[in-house]
């Protein structure tokens, strides 16, 4: 659990209300399409906002006040403070900002964005003796849902690997998002205990692949399986 030096964040966080599903609010790159079929029907019915169109100036109040956030979208280790999205033809559009993050906020966050869980600033690669400095909370969009009171925030210390296809058994992380909110939406159970449980299947159903995936696909896999950690209490 990240304080970030700042009491208000800690309490919040402490404190968080245990998670009630309820409506769905996300954001996908254009180019990630697998993230459309991750949500299970029982979690809420709005579909996924599609970044290239959308921007984070398109973001409306009815959108946040859902409990369960998704962002399939791009991060940066260097600015933790917006995601975004892919024109197809080029660039990078803004999706989401710190400054989008609701002031109160009963719910989780599922993102698979890189470094989108990232605290400090810089990455370990580029780490000296020194501790990492922390992200302030205006730096960053988990920081900023942790002190809006969201029970958790699931996401990527590192780069995050999908790739663009669709399809459930090539897609690097694809396993990894459905079976977060499959689990999820099981009765009792916290999102702490979902991310394991997905983990948990995500990690088998590699080593039971075997040879039949490519050794870079299968490192891929083990590291979206090492980065993904839950900030908050998770319960």
């Not at 309490?11 to 009630?20: F, G, H, N, V």
């Not at 579909?47 to 100036?57: G, I």
């Not at 459930?168 to 159970?189: I, K």
């Not at 991310?195 to 590699?206: D, F, G, I, N, P």
Request: charged fraction near 20%; aromatic fraction near 12%; charge should be neutral.
């Amino acid at each position: 659990m990240p304080d970030a030096h700042d009491a208000q964040l800690f309490r919040s966080a402490i404190s968080a209300a245990p998670l009630r599903l309820g409506e769905r609010f996300g954001i996908r790159n254009v180019v990630r399409s697998f993230a459309e079929n991750v949500w299970p029907g029982s979690i809420g019915q709005r579909t996924l906002k599609v970044s290239e169109k959308f921007l984070s100036t398109d973001v409306v109040a009815s959108d946040l006040e859902a409990a369960c956030h998704y962002f399939m979208l791009h991060g940066k280790d260097s600015d933790g403070r917006e995601f975004s999205g892919e024109f197809e033809s080029g660039g990078y559009p803004v999706a989401f900002t710190a400054t989008n993050v609701p002031a109160k906020f009963n719910g989780i966050v599922f993102s698979g964005c890189c470094w989108g869980a990232l605290i400090v600033d810089g990455k370990a690669s580029q780490a000296s003796s020194s501790i990492p400095a922390p992200r302030s909370i205006e730096g960053s969009i988990a920081l900023s849902y942790l002190k809006a009171g969201a029970v958790a925030f699931i996401g990527c210390t590192g780069s995050h690997y999908s790739g663009p296809d669709p399809e459930l058994d090539t897609n690097y992380a694809a396993r990894l998002h459905r079976d977060f909110w499959f689990y999820l939406a099981q009765p009792a159970t916290a999102p702490a205990a979902a991310l394991h449980r997905a983990k948990q299947t995500y990690l088998r159903w590699t080593v039971e692949q075997g040879a039949r995936l490519d050794p870079l696909d299968t490192a891929r896999r083990l590291k979206n399986f090492s980065q993904f950690t839950c900030l908050g209490l998770g319960w």
